[in-house]
């Protein structure tokens, strides 16, 4: 009874981080593709430091994210913060040491799986545990400078922790993973379904002895099965006949099926499949205009969201206001749009130059 109530059940993994991450980016060539192309996108996005007057053309926070530490640099640091954002949905930077000018000395990317939130009496976090090397560290969060940034994605059912992608396309990574295991199988099993050895053995004995059956076994397990024995001749004595069984509808449907588990995969992350190479998808016209799409869905909105934490972090270091803003002139994706609105703007005889600035996302020219 417990047998016939459990056959047929899907097997999930857990949805513990550490696992998603050995089965999501470490396991699955979609997801680590998602990350990957993300977070080295994020990274490389130019950001410029302003207030409300000016942008600065040199400030002590531009040097600090160019070189944020002696064993990383500034595209380095960032690609390990969104990885780790994307991967776990929690993205700690840590400021270390103090200059003259008031900054922080050093930038760090901490990992997240080593974080553990200490949260008050009221729910609210007043300090972060690092565990690393066997010890413990504790970052105080009611000192004067926070030492450590903690950015977060939306998670509806947790106070501390953001939700990352890989839970919600869990499902779909367990698919893709079990149709390359499928596919494996196939592969080691002469790249084509099984076949059916039939015996007819004399005065209708239909059956083979043991020893009979194991040297069988063995002679199929040593020279017919593996990529190697691919196409190897069969010869069959004592009434052996072989009746070779080609693919069943179900079998082809798997393919499919592993595409769109893919694609699903591709969608959790935002990056739309056309960049991956994954086929059957025919949402954009051009890869041009997937790659824009890319951009302004995905990528801008996940730097904009980590700009606004450092922008509200780093000046408390500094003693001075200022803001952390993404370049979008300087941004290639982006260059047939920022043209067509500097012509748009430009072109607008009855705005003044302080609102095209304004609506050029530039700071005001001092004295107006």
Known sequence: MVAFQGAGRAAWSSRD??????????????????????????????????????????????????????????????????????????????AAGIVESGG??????LRSDRMKVVPGPDGW???????????????????????????????????????????????????HNSAATWSKALLDNAARPSGAIVYRGVDGQGALGSDQYARLVEELETHHQGARNAGRPMLLEGGLDWKPMG?????????????????????????PPMLLGLPGDNTYANY???????????????????LAALSGWLPG????????????????????EREALWRRISDAGFLSEGEKRQLLGLPKVQGE
């Open 17 to 94: 981080v550490g696992t998603l991450t050995r089965i999501g980016f470490l396991g699955n060539p979609v997801a680590f593709r998602c990350v990957k192309v993300i977070a080295e996108a994020a990274a490389a996005v130019p950001v410029v430091a302003q207030d409300a007057d000016r942008r600065f053309d040199v400030h002590p926070v531009i040097d600090l994210l160019a070189a944020p530490n002696p064993g990383q640099g500034g595209a380095a640091l960032m690609e390990a913060f969104y990885g780790n954002l994307l991967i776990s949905g929690d993205g700690y930077l840590e």
């Open 104 to 109: 922080p000395r050093e930038l760090y990317a």
């Open 125 to 175: 976090p007043v300090a972060y545990e690092y565990s690393a090397g066997g010890r413990k560290h504790v970052f105080d969060m009611r000192a004067e400078r926070v030492p450590v940034l903690h950015v977060k994605a939306f998670h509806p059912q947790d106070d501390h922790y953001g939700l990352t992608p890989l839970a919600a396309a869990a499902a779909a990574i367990d698919v």
């Open 247 to 271: 693919f069943s509808p179900s079998d082809m449907e798997f393919h499919r099926t592993k595409e769109a588990a893919a694609r699903d995969v591709a969608l959790a992350f935002g990056v």
């Open 288 to 306: 041009s205009e997937a790659h824009r799409a890319f951009y302004r869905l995905t990528v801008l909105p996940l730097v904009a969201k980590t």
């Open 317 to 336: 270091f500094y003693g001075a206001g200022f803001q952390l803003k993404v370049d979008e002139d300087n941004v290639p994706a982006l260059a047939e």
